[in-house]
């Protein structure tokens, strides 16, 4: 059974994700790679560097995990007490898509209506359960398409400028609205290489109101460019940070606090580079990694499901901080 962890550091405001890769740092863990699996009709998230590099994945500092972990914790048993399951209800979120061009073509970011249609479709999909694993209570539906030709905008970094400019201008709606930011994400820093996605946590939604939502690399939509994750689940991923979870491996094999969710086996590090490594074990004693989850960092057609703990810390976050079930 796998034990709450420890974490340390700073409090971060967004939970800066990428699937292969993104910034360097503690958090994802381990060396740069070069990408395998490439398809020859497509290109590595990082093909222009020849490099996937290591994601580092900002966590809410231990303050914050305790602060969680303790409501979380009288949530459900406010639940039980008054015998009710959120997952027996369903919360429909609106999602806004804003797409931030540089100019007319599909490599400048001009990604057709079609895409946004079909990642809606792929997002209720896996929150419904169809591609594996437990059936969640969200469920997701186009609420509109702002399009935006702004060079700047285009071209983001996680915390950037552009990127406080462009949500502060942009967003719409409240705590429930999803808002999806499509752009070209690059590292800050001087980093090479390309970042696929990014969430904001609900805990920080008071805090960080008119900045919520994710950000997503627009080459990595279902039927983008890039080989392995361009079936749309590097979206759900992040829709999985912005309903409150957080990653697999966070917190190792020895921490504290770890993701919060008990059901989750311990995952030292992501599988960078690796397609579906089935059988895995990087921590001995605590279950096989949990490969096919949302929330690791294996290659799209890999990642297929949620569990039961996940649910429910979905639940709990959607409640408590974005309203969805008030």
């Given at each position: 059974?796998?034990?709450?962890?420890?974490?340390?550091?700073?409090?971060?405001?967004?939970?800066?994700?990428?699937?292969?890769?993104?910034?360097?740092?503690?958090?994802?863990?381990?060396?740069?790679?070069?990408?395998?699996?490439?398809?020859?009709?497509?290109?590595?998230?990082?093909?222009?560097?020849?490099?996937?590099?290591?994601?580092?994945?900002?966590?809410p500092d231990t303050g914050t995990m305790n602060f969680l972990a303790s409501e979380f914790a009288a949530f459900g048993r406010a639940s039980r007490s008054q015998q009710t399951s959120g997952s027996s209800r369903i919360a429909t979120v609106p999602v806004?898509?804003?797409?931030?061009?540089?100019?007319?073509?599909?490599?400048?970011?001009?990604?057709?209506?079609?895409?946004?249609?079909?990642?809606?479709?792929?997002?209720?999909?896996?929150?419904?359960?169809?591609?594996?694993?437990?059936?969640?209570?969200?469920?997701?539906?186009?609420?509109?398409?702002?399009?935006?030709?702004?060079?700047?905008?285009?071209?983001?970094?996680?915390?950037?400028?552009?990127?406080?400019?462009?949500?502060?201008?942009?967003?719409?709606?409240?705590?429930?609205?999803?808002?999806?930011?499509?752009?070209?994400?690059?590292?800050?820093?001087?980093?090479?290489?390309?970042?696929?996605?990014?969430?904001?946590?609900?805990?920080?939604?008071?805090?960080?109101?008119?900045?919520?939502?994710?950000?997503?690399?627009?080459?990595?939509?279902?039927?983008?460019?890039?080989?392995?994750?361009?079936?749309?689940?590097?979206?759900?991923?992040?829709?999985?940070?912005?309903?409150?979870?957080?990653?697999?491996?966070?917190?190792?094999?020895?921490?504290?606090?770890?993701?919060?969710?008990?059901?989750?086996?311990?995952?030292?590090?992501?599988?960078?580079?690796?397609?579906?490594?089935?059988?895995?074990?990087?921590?001995?004693?605590?279950?096989?990694?949990?490969?096919?989850?949302?929330?690791?960092?294996?290659?799209?057609?890999?990642?297929?499901?949620?569990?039961?703990?996940?649910?429910?810390?979905?639940?709990?976050?959607?409640?408590?901080?974005?309203?969805?079930?008030?």
């Amino acid at each position: 059974m796998k034990q709450p962890r420890t974490t340390l550091g700073v409090m971060i405001l967004l939970a800066v994700c990428c699937v292969p890769g993104c910034a360097t740092g503690g958090g994802g863990g381990g060396d740069e790679q070069s990408s395998s699996s490439e398809s020859s009709s497509s290109v590595s998230p990082t093909a222009s560097t020849g490099r996937v590099l290591i994601c580092d994945t900002p966590e809410p500092d231990t303050g914050t995990m305790n602060f969680l972990a303790s409501e979380f914790a009288a949530f459900g048993r406010a639940s039980r007490s008054q015998q009710t399951s959120g997952s027996s209800r369903i919360a429909t979120v609106p999602v806004y898509f804003h797409v931030i061009s540089k100019g007319s073509s599909f490599a400048d970011g001009e990604v057709p209506d079609a895409m946004l249609v079909e990642q809606v479709d792929i997002l209720n999909r896996a929150y419904s359960g169809e591609t594996g694993g437990l059936r969640t209570p969200f469920r997701f539906e186009l609420a509109g398409i702002n399009r935006v030709r702004n060079a700047n905008w285009h071209v983001m970094s996680p915390g950037s400028e552009s990127e406080l400019e462009a949500k502060q201008e942009l967003r719409i709606g409240g705590a429930d609205a999803l808002n999806i930011f499509l752009v070209d994400i690059v590292p800050g820093g001087g980093i090479e290489g390309k970042i696929l996605g990014y969430a904001s946590l609900p805990v920080f939604y008071g805090l960080i109101a008119p900045f919520d939502g994710i950000v997503i690399n627009f080459n990595a939509l279902p039927g983008g460019p890039l080989a392995h994750y361009n079936t749309g689940h590097v979206t759900v991923h992040e829709v999985g940070h912005w309903l409150g979870l957080l990653h697999t491996f966070q917190g190792e094999c020895d921490g504290f606090f770890n993701d919060l969710v008990l059901d989750t086996p311990a995952e030292k590090t992501p599988g960078q580079g690796d397609f579906c490594p089935l059988g895995r074990d990087t921590c001995p004693g605590e279950g096989v990694d949990p490969i096919h989850n949302h929330m690791t960092y294996t290659a799209d057609e890999c990642r297929t499901e949620f569990t039961q703990g996940q649910v429910d810390f979905m639940i709990f976050n959607s409640t408590v901080f974005r309203n969805l079930f008030l």
